[in-house]
């Protein structure tokens, strides 16, 4: 099968642009995007949009054709909601249509505003990615829920809030030449661990911040892009999502994450590669436990192995297998709906050797995006390689 | 909550644990759901037969939120926990006992409270 490839890629600067609309941030992505590809945007067919929380955040549904004609594009356009996995899931059915041959140029994004509604609002909009009748009536947050994910962690596999605090260090060292990133500021485990708690075990440090920002990519048939001769050497060869119950109490486990390793099994499978052959990872580190989880789900450590990988050394850009290189989405930043296609360009990037880690890294081939929505309800995992 | 009609079988539920009667739907292979259910999402069967709750609960696993939403606000610091009765599990939000004293494994009933920031119903685990 010819995959389809990544022609060119945008963003924002991820943090706290409480006064810019939505529109105006997935117009500056969408932009950079179309310049960085060389596409005339008069052979864009189709948007694939994802947002989560524009309803609350902007009272605005129905945001796909606006952002269309924010980026000046007269073409269908459909938006994708899967909380935190929203544009995860766009680029997978963005990928489906270029492969059936439906489509030979797809603009693929996502957005989200937040900051706009402070940070009780924001919590409020994040909270209802759970089951409203039976977790949000009962006070679950976000956060909690990831909190009683992490207390059965521990309790099953064993770990410490210190092992967590390594992954905030870790990712937040990552982020600090990353001019995109939200929070460029080395941090200590001590400083971790010292922050107020959120909801025990998991504190400030363990949460990524709340966070506006749009992320785009522009991704072309193997076809178009041979025909018009574009530098576009990254494929996305394989695309997998699973699903999960809606509940955590609903699930067999609370700490492991089997959407994912649905979603994992799939995209391997597409791709015809396994967790050995990957260099270098973008996984959804929400909380500090999920790149744990994630981690896991993606098979490069067994379920309870996965809580030490930071504090080795063995994720960070000079460990064997660096995750996170954007400083994820806890020291990147979260606009919740852009997220899922900001880790596909973090990862394009990487393949390219345009990160500042380049030296560190050497060089990679083969990628991987993990995106997670809600407790892991909804995952998407793509795997990247350079083809040319 | 703006919503002015219940929410059909959480509400009557909610009645039924409020009158000593709270149940949870169970299929003929032993699995336990709170309703409302018309197919058991484990193995598909579509036969669920209303089973009383038992007394006592399990906790699985808790926490003790400090940042609430603002629905919550003046509830904060508060515990939510998920507790085992059998089959089923339930989610609430865990009263009786302080915050610092919740264990894994404690024994809870449950019962139906009252949210103190809005007054709203909400389910609660009560410490045994």
Known sequence: MMQPRVAGVGLTPFGKHSERTGRDLFAEAGLAALDDSGVDPDDVEALYYGNFMGELAEHQGHQAPLMAEAVGLDVPATRYEAACASSGAAVREAVRALRSGEADVLLVGGEERMTNIGTAGATDALSIAADDLYEIRAGMTFPGAYALMARSYFREYGGSREDLAHIAVKNHDHALPNEYAQLRKEISVEDALGAPTVADPLGLYDACPITDGASTAVLVSADYAERHDLDAPVAVTGTGQGGDRMALADRKYFARTPAADDATAEAYDDAGIGPDDVDVAEVHDCFTIAEVLALESLGFYEPGEAITAAREGETHATGDLPVNLSGGLKAKGHPVGATGVAQVVSIVKVLQGQTSWAEEVGDARVGVAHNAGGTVASATVHVLEVVE | ?128
């Open chain 2, 1 to 128: 909550m703006t919503d002015t009609a219940p929410d059909g079988q959480y509400d009557a539920l909610l009645d039924a644990i409020e009158d000593g009667e709270g149940y949870y739907v169970e299929c003929a292979n032993g699995h336990g759901w709170l309703p409302p259910r018309r197919v058991c999402p484990e193995c598909g069967s579509r036969e669920l037969a209303e089973t009383p709750l038992p007394g006592a609960g399990e906790v699985l696993t808790h926490t003790t939120v400090a940042v609430a939403t603002p629905q919550f606000s003046e509830d904060a610091p508060y515990v939510t926990a998920i507790a085992a009765f059998g089959p089923v599990n339930v989610t609430g939000l865990l009263r009786g006992i302080e915050p610092g004293d919740v264990e894994v494994g404690m024994s809870v009933g449950v019962e139906v409270g009252e949210r103190e920031t809005t007054g709203d119903r909400a389910i609660v685990l009560r410490a045994r």
